[in-house]
């Protein structure tokens, strides 16, 4: 467990590193899903299309949940448990989990 | 001058052994109770005047029980709240009470709510309880409050006496904001400082709350975001002791008049601050799960300064 964990560290540094080389960690286009790991979302910031559905899975072994103050609210995700949201409207989504509040991501519709 | 109004050049340093055998004189047989250093503190029957201290009161405290966890940092944390009641059952002076500072269930289910009620319950005693934000995960967000919030105010904030010693049961798990820690809000903040007005500052206060009311470690969001004028409420008193739970480990820190205390789960260890990728469960070998999980005794003795809190690991 503690090897995994170790591991997973390890990539998410790697990610990190290149995210900084390309500079900023974001991501683009297709890319319409945000994974919950260790009390974080990967990636943070996510750019998509108007029109787009954004699926959030949670791989922790402590509920998550996500929330848009006034746009989306998820219930309790529970291991592997997902939410999906469609942005139908152009703008900055700024979310966060409603438990554990220093987690924070954002989606852009464009 | 009249006749009960005793000259004592020396009050400035506390009650004089003089003071006390001429207050005696109209104090009447019993226990003769005076004020040192702030807190109340029993000078012994008038006819023995060094009989035995009282015990004082003794209560206990449970944290983060997480009914319905099942993973692998603990697959039977039922069973590890049912091992953490038998060492309760087997104490040999039975305590007044035990508070539960919150993460009852692990997921709000009804089920979990009911095989929480049904261990505790075995230990016999009155709990007293706040709520985790793990407790309040239900749809309606109602399970909570219908089993354990009546009475209470807001979002299930309340305080009680007993042998003196004002309790404050706190809830910090509520609209919490992006970005942010733990939150109190205005509301209950408000109902504190009224709580409060007019209490003696030698009254002994224990609060008790889910996630530290001090800030631990942000990062993990370890603290509460208005915590401070929480604090800043209690800064009068001569003893406050803050309770909390959250972080699945004994962490204590002493500041001026200020004892805070945080209690092992009962259902697994997370690690300490900084030492993981994450604050979530942590796995440790199976030989050692017991060793990190566990109880807190409480012991308010009159005439001592600080409650003595004595950690029990279920082994070890």
Known sequence: MMSV??????????????????????AYADDTSVTIDN???SPAELT?????????????????????????????????DSFSFTFTAAGD????????????????VE | MSEFDHDHHDESRG????????????????????????VPRSLGLVDSALAAEPAGLTFLQ?????????????????????????????????????????????????????DAERIISQAKLDVHYVPGEHDFLDEEVKFYKERYGRGAMGAGWYSFDANGVHFIGLVNVVNLKAGGLGNLGAEQLEWLENDLKGRSSSTPIVVFAHIPLWTVY??????????ARALDYLKGFGSVTVLNGHIHQVMQKVEGNVTFHTARSTAFPQPAPG??????????????????????SVNFKPGEQRLAIIDTPLQG
Not at chain 1, 5 to 26: E, P, Q, V
Not at chain 2, 15 to 38: D, K, P, Q
Not at chain 2, 219 to 227: H, K, N
Request: with cysteine; proline share 5%.
């Open chain 1, 5 to 26: 964990t170790l591991r997973s560290l390890g990539k998410f540094a790697i990610a990190a590193a290149i995210s900084l080389l390309l500079g900023g960690a974001h």
């Open chain 1, 39 to 41: 009390f974080t979302f």
């Open chain 1, 48 to 80: 998509v299309k108007v029109g787009t559905t954004v699926t959030w899975k949670n791989h922790d072994d402590i509920p998550h949940t996500v929330v848009s103050a006034g746009k989306f609210r998820s219930k309790a995700l529970d291991t592997d």
């Open chain 1, 93 to 108: 989504y700024k979310y966060f989990c409603s438990l554990h509040p220093h987690m924070t991501g954002m989606i852009k």
């Open chain 2, 15 to 38: 009650v004089s052994r003089r003071r006390v055998l001429e207050c005696m004189t109209w104090a009447g047989t019993g226990v003769l109770w005076t004020i040192s250093g702030g």
């Open chain 2, 62 to 114: 449970i944290s983060d029980s997480h009914v319905g966890f099942d993973k692998p940092a603990n697959p039977n944390a039922l069973g590890t709240l049912e091992e953490a009641i038998n060492r309760i059952k087997a104490i040999p002076t039975k305590p007044s009470f035990m508070i539960h500072t919150g993460d009852i269930s692990h997921l709000s289910k009804a089920a979990e709510f009911d």
């Open chain 2, 218 to 227: 942000p990062q993990w969001g370890w603290g509460t975001e208005d915590g």
């Open chain 2, 275 to 296: 030492t993981a990728p994450s604050p979530g469960p942590m796995k440790v070998e199976d030989s050692k799960l017991r060793t990190l999980l566990g109880v807190a």
